[in-house]
């Protein structure tokens, strides 16, 4: 009798495999960082992040294959034109309760999804855009000469390096800007909008500044996604990864920014390793069982564990 | 309500009303944003008749009101369960495409006629309704979970549910055995055969809600309890009995809700709940959220106004125009179309 | 009268059937302590809503300082010097005491993004002053031994107390204390209504209070303002309202209820 599956160890000892899995982490790591800030700190709903991860990216692409920009005026315009999408989206719903911005910023990612699919002209639809990471790959080739020669087979590892050297001077950029005064609005109008309101602080306005972070964070980790896959298509950008980025948050745990990371390791090795099971099914099927885990992990999280691994269980009530 | 901002929006109160009105009339902003509805609705189908002649309009919207039928029955249980239990259901989409694949089960694979599929299709989703407030809600809420840790929930009920189907049936689109490809001329408009069924089904399992929400005792002790939970419990209101309820309601509808769907469209894939989310916000934002009424005029008007877009627009953007909506609504009237605003601290 | 620094006319403010508000007309002078009275569900801390910009008015005008307010957010409201303390407390509660007193405090550059940046020196030193401050108002309501304590410590009466300490932090014109001494031990209350004075003595700062106790509005005020079911009873004197039949009606009338 053949077994039903089989789990071959030896990819989980291979450098390739941890470097996926490090760039994943990393990029997803920066995409929920995003989240964070919103969720953890601000107490907005934002469900729609791989929408901005989706309009930085392809705003990125557009401008240097379509426009003929180059890569690096590019990404400080395609981070502007997602912070001004977060703003446009906000301005309608983060006066009203909570749960309206849910809801818009969900139907708001898969609008973007829509249009990357349905754009062709500007996005190339299913058949994806190519050919915006050439200066890039100059840059990674530098890199990778910097690096001893027993490394030099690894060519994502320039990725990796960058990714994560970004990751940590976000975290530590987030955490100075959480300690200043203008963190403490934040966590006042998280805590408490009519208190903060009474004391004079413009919560909109607030409200306005965190969304458009988070999107120009979700752009960031966007491009790092783009320079990973050298290939922009619609089905990297779905709506639904921004709750693998919730799982990551609560997992890590709710108003902390040093869990972002750990939350995002765990997340992918354990993701990356679903694809090592040998399981008798076609691929789309093995994607599913990837979401699957995804969801039941998601429930059971935030049923027995709010708290995740770093949090307090007290930051999971926002208040409604 | 814990210091709601001054410019949230409440669900609005529900007059009872009075005397034999036309069902619509239940809306509880009064028959003014009714008049003003329709009249706005009058006009634009005027000017669209005046511009593209009345033929294209009327034909579009038939089309429109085939979609508007199965948005309504969608867009009537997500609206109930926010009502009543206070949670924004992003699984709800999700029950439509279980609807479809239960009768793809029963009516394809087991072999059963379509009318009996259809009803198993309502009966399993309906119970899959109720598991979920068995074993997820009615334990969440008593722990006092907060507003995000339901609405994750929802989201990783979603995700099982969704990629749970597509394991077992792939990506692959899959049929019912119904006929799309006949017709019926009528006035010089074409319908499918199948779409018109769907359109009577729909319209009168949709005033049968209505009469229910209205007329029956249950209606209004859902309605009552949509209001406000903890008034209800007070005054003897069997509050478990009513949220069971609402949940057979609320899935059930969802469930003929999708098999409308793949029967007016064709085929199904596991995403197709999820898609079509979006647009049932949309028709619940703009009928007012919690609002039933609102919900089923809301889903009519969004099938109404994307169809009619076709005229103006690429029909590959109609999906976008519930989108469109969703964002006026929120910049316009916050409390949709048949709310009343409300200002709490 | 010329010195007037708040004028409510006319408000009218309805929730569904309720009128809470029902044409509610005075005036509050500048530099006064003026009590606002009347039975439970008389209007109000819907008033105090209506006039400080968190719900807005169906009718009626309401005038700041030569200003109309109606439409003005909230946050606007408070920034032009009128800040109001809530019935029900207020304290950010998973924040410490101190956080709770230096958010209040007005023309911190380090409160705007690009303060943070390119003003850090700024930023640190109003920080300091904000936090002497801060310091020296928690110790004068019994409040430093809980500087460093979470808001979600302190008990209802000490909610009250740094409720108030906080709005003296956004240094107000105005200040509108919705029930301030509910709850409130009466040695501390007492310490409370002196300092009361002593702002109005020294920055001439205006009081507009909601109270239930009689002795507190007949010896601290300077004006009385009765409501009952949304509109204005009485208006005048300590004694004049105290005395005034129909002020005695509302009361005995809501006590029959
Ligand atoms: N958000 C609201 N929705 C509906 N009704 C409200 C709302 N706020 C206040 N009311 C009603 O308005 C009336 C006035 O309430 P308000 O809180 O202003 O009274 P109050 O004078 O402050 O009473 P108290 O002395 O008990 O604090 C009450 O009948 C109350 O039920
Ligand atoms: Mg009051």
Redesign the interface.
């Known amino acids: 009798m053949t077994p039903v599956f089989a789990v071959s160890l030896d990819a989980l000892t291979s450098a390739d495999f941890w470097i996926g899995v490090g760039v994943l982490a990393g990029t997803y790591t920066i995409f929920t960082l995003g989240l964070q800030l919103n969720v953890g700190f601000t107490g907005i709903i934002n469900f729609g992040q791989a929408g901005f991860m989706a309009i930085g990216a392809y705003s990125m692409g557009i401008l240097v294959v379509r426009a003929g920009w180059s890569l690096w005026a590019a990404l400080p315009a395609a981070t502007a034109i997602a912070m001004a999408a977060g703003v446009l989206i906000g301005l309608p719903s983060l006066r009203l309760r909570a749960d309206y911005f849910a809801i818009v910023t969900i139907a708001f990612a898969e609008i973007v999804r829509y249009v990357a699919q349905n754009a062709r002209g500007l996005t190339g639809g299913n058949q994806g855009l190519l050919g915006f990471d050439d200066q890039w790959l100059d840059v990674s080739d530098t890199i990778l000469g910097w690096l001893p020669a027993s490394m030099q087979d690894q060519f994502l590892l320039p990725l990796l390096i960058v990714v994560w050297v970004t990751v940590a001077i976000l975290t530590g950029l987030l955490m100075l800007l959480q300690r200043s005064p203008w963190g403490r609005v934040l966590r006042a109008i998280r805590e408490d909008e009519d208190a903060a309101r009474a004391l004079g602080k413009n919560v909109l306005a607030y409200k306005l500044q965190s969304i458009a972070l988070a999107a120009a964070l979700g752009a960031i980790a966007g491009y790092f996604l783009a320079l990973n896959l050298s290939f922009l298509s619609p089905e990297s950008f779905e709506p639904q990864f921004t709750f693998i980025g919730f799982t990551i948050l609560i997992l890590g745990g709710l108003a902390n920014y040093v869990g972002v990371a750990l939350g995002s390791l765990i997340m992918w090795t354990l993701l990356e390793a679903t694809r090592f099971i040998d399981l008798p099914l076609a691929a789309e099927k093995v994607a599913a069982l990837r979401f699957v885990i995804v969801g039941v992990a998601l429930i059971l999280l935030v049923a027995f564990r709010p708290q995740g691994l770093l949090g307090k269980r007290q930051e999971m009530v926002l208040r409604d | 309500?814990?210091?709601?901002?001054?410019?949230?929006?409440e669900p609005a109160?529900r007059d009872e009303p009075r005397g034999a009105a036309p069902a619509l009339a239940g809306l509880s902003g009064g028959r003014g944003p009714l008049l003003v509805t329709v009249a706005i609705v009058a006009a634009i189908a005027l000017v669209l008749i005046v511009a593209y002649g009345i033929h294209d309009v009327a034909q579009r919207g038939v089309n429109g009101l085939v979609s508007g039928s199965y948005f309504a029955l969608g867009a009537v249980g997500l609206t109930l369960v926010y009502g009543t239990l206070?949670l924004?259901n992003?699984a709800h989409g999700d029950l439509l495409t279980f609807g479809a694949y239960m009768a793809f089960l029963a009516n394809v694979t087991w072999g059963v006629p379509i009318v009996l599929a259809t009803l198993f299709a309502v009966v399993a989703t309906a119970a899959l309704g109720v598991l979920s407030e068995r074993v997820?809600w009615r334990?969440?809420r008593g722990r006092?979970?907060?507003?995000?840790?339901l609405?994750?929930?929802t989201?990783?009920?979603?995700?099982?549910i969704?990629?749970?189907i597509?394991?077992i049936w792939?990506?692959f689109p899959r049929r019912l055995e119904v006929d799309v490809t006949d017709s019926i001329s009528f006035l010089g408009l074409r319908i499918g055969r199948t779409e018109l069924i769907v359109v009577i089904v729909g319209f009168v399992v949709l005033l049968a809600v209505g009469l229910m929400l209205r007329r029956t005792s249950l209606g209004r002790q859902m309605r009552a309890l949509s209001d406000d939970m903890g008034l209800a419990e007070v005054t003897g209101i069997d509050t478990d009995r009513v949220v069971i309820a609402t949940w057979i309601f609320a899935a059930g509808l969802a469930g003929l809700a999708g098999v409308l769907y793949t029967a007016a469209i064709g085929t199904m894939t596991?995403n197709l709940g999820?898609?079509l989310?979006?647009s049932l916000?949309?028709a619940v934002?703009l009928g007012g959220?919690g609002n039933a009424f609102g919900a089923l005029a809301g889903g009519l008007l969004l099938g109404l106004a994307q169809e009619w877009s076709t005229l103006v627009i690429d029909p590959?953007?109609k999906?976008?125009v519930?989108?469109g909506i969703?964002?006026l609504v929120?910049?316009v009237r916050?409390q949709g179309l048949f709310g009343?605003k409300?200002?709490t601290? | 009268m010329t010195d007037e620094l708040l004028r409510v006319e006319e408000v009218v403010k309805r929730f569904g059937g309720v009128h809470a508000v029902d044409g509610a007309t005075f005036a509050v002078r500048g530099g006064s302590i003026t009590a606002l009275i009347g039975p439970n569900g008389a209007g109000k801390t819907t008033l105090f809503n209506v006039v400080t910009g968190f719900q807005r008015a169906d009718r009626g005008e309401v005038v700041y300082d030569g200003r109309t307010v109606g439409g003005r957010p909230a946050h606007a409201i408070a920034r032009c010097g009128m800040v109001r303390t809530f019935q029900i407390t207020k304290a950010l509660a998973a924040m410490p005491v101190i956080d709770n007193m230096t958010l209040a405090a007005p023309r911190q550059p380090g409160e705007h993004l690009a303060g943070v940046i390119a003003r850090p020196y700024a930023a640190r030193k109003r920080e300091k002053a904000v936090r002497e401050r801060a310091r020296e108002l928690l110790a004068r309501y019994g409040l430093e031994q809980k500087a460093d304590d979470y808001a979600g410590t302190l008990s209802g009466g000490q909610r009250k107390l740094l409720e108030l300490a906080r709005v003296l932090m956004v240094e107000p014109r105005m200040v509108l204390l919705d029930e301030p001494m509910a709850g409130v031990n009466p040695t501390l209350g007492g310490k409370l209504l002196e300092h009361v004075h002593a702002l109005r003595e020294q920055e001439g700062t205006t009081f507009l209070l909601i109270e239930h106790d009689m002795e507190v509005v007949m010896g601290h005020s300077d004006r009385v303002i009765c409501m009952a079911q949304g509109r204005v009873i009485a208006d005048g004197e300590p004694e004049a309202v105290r005395s005034d039949p129909r002020v005695i009606d509302a009361y005995l009338g809501g006590a029959a209820r």
């Open positions: 309500m814990a210091g709601a901002a001054d410019t949230a929006v109160p206070r924004v992003f997820m334990p969440m006092g979970a907060g507003m995000l840790q609405l994750l929930m989201l990783g009920l979603a995700f099982v969704r990629y749970g597509q394991m792939g990506t596991p999820f898609f989310l979006l916000f949309a934002i959220i590959r953007w999906v976008a519930g989108f969703l964002i929120l910049f916050p009343r409300e200002r601290l």
